[in-house]
């Protein structure tokens, strides 16, 4: 299922989508802020989701692994004496709680993926419809997206294209891919598009530019989306308190999987079995929210990007964390830090 995740760039009253907290209203209801509570907004981006804590009168920890959107922020953060920011990962949220928050919080919330003033930026390389430089790194280090394209084994690539972009050709673009890196290497946003276009083309009906799902693909691979979402979720099991909210939104089929499995296993009980006698009794970590919420009309006529969120939310319980998490236990993908030093 392709979702816009905020990769598919619909203009509004003429102009370019500029980033609207999605789902605010239900993401508050869920949170329930009040005066005293400590919040963790973990993808700060533009501070939509922060500005609206804040206004309740809770107090709010905010990260981003964006140094753009930090720096962003200064006006925002000179205003509010109750807001601190953080730049660094969400994956990273129990380290950051335990040194900003004193190790526990009253809840937590996620908006994952691309914010759209990322896309709006062409030179940070995520748009297919804007010509920057292939980059596609948040937090504008390690490797690039052209790093990726130009230097991943055909086969690895396949797989991530595959995988993450749920892209049905994966193979024929990683064979394109590899046979123009041959001549020259990828640099530009549109000289991928172009070639990916090629080979996918384009139904007369279809909406979805023929690009997105390689786009997506390469973006979460580079900065580790999946990894980093599973990892946020095991470390707000361990820095809620007793009663803490935890809000997440997802754009996508993959990210929306990894928090309703997580969600699952932590709402259910698990015992002992004559069968299995060494596996011990597990009590409920979270009491989970059943059914996911969606935006309504009105939200997505005024905000497309509304279109494909689903919002997942949950109470911690008294109980202690899990020690493992089945979380992290999704398909294998070759690892950024072993990318091949060539072509």
Do not use: C, W
């Amino acid at each position: 299922m392709m979702t816009d995740h905020g990769m598919v760039e619909e203009p509004a009253d003429g102009g370019p989508v500029r980033h609207i907290p999605v789902l605010l209203r239900p993401v508050l209801e869920a949170l329930d802020p009040g005066s005293g509570d400590m919040i963790v907004d973990g993808t700060f981006g533009a501070g939509g989701y922060s500005a609206a804590l804040l206004m309740s009168g809770a107090s709010v920890l905010g990260i981003d692994r964006d140094p753009t959107a930090i720096a962003a922020a200064a006006p925002m953060l000179a205003a509010q004496p109750n807001l601190r920011l953080v730049h660094g990962r969400f994956g990273d949220l129990e380290e950051i709680v335990a040194r900003e928050a004193g190790g526990s919080v009253d809840g937590v919330v996620l908006d994952i993926g691309v914010s759209s003033m990322q896309i709006d930026e062409a030179e940070r390389g995520f748009s297919f419809q804007k010509d920057g430089p292939l980059d596609m790194r948040m937090s504008r280090s390690g490797p690039s997206a052209a790093d990726v394209v130009n230097r991943l084994k055909v086969g690895d690539l396949a797989r991530v294209l595959n995988f993450l972009g749920e892209e049905r050709q994966a193979g024929r673009i990683a064979r394109a891919i590899e046979a123009r890196r041959a001549e020259r290497p990828f640099e530009r946003t549109l000289d991928l598009a172009q070639v990916v276009g090629r080979v996918v083309g384009r139904a007369p009906k279809d909406r979805i530019d023929p690009a997105t799902r390689t786009f997506q693909a390469l973006r979460i691979y580079v900065n580790d989306e999946l990894g980093e979402l599973a990892r946020a979720l095991v470390a707000a099991e361990r820095v809620l308190k007793p009663g803490g909210r935890l809000a997440i939104v997802t754009f996508h089929s993959l990210e929306d999987r990894i928090v309703k499995r997580f969600l699952r296993d932590r709402s259910e009980a698990a015992s002992t079995s004559r069968h299995l006698p060494d596996v011990q009794h597990k009590d409920r970590t979270f009491e989970s929210r059943n059914r996911p919420v969606t935006g309504d009309e009105d939200e997505i006529s005024s905000n497309p990007r509304a279109r494909s969120a689903k919002l997942r939310s949950a109470v911690r319980t008294d109980a202690p964390p899990r020690p493992e998490s089945e979380a992290t236990d999704f398909i294998d993908l070759p690892s950024l830090a072993d990318l091949p030093s060539g072509a």
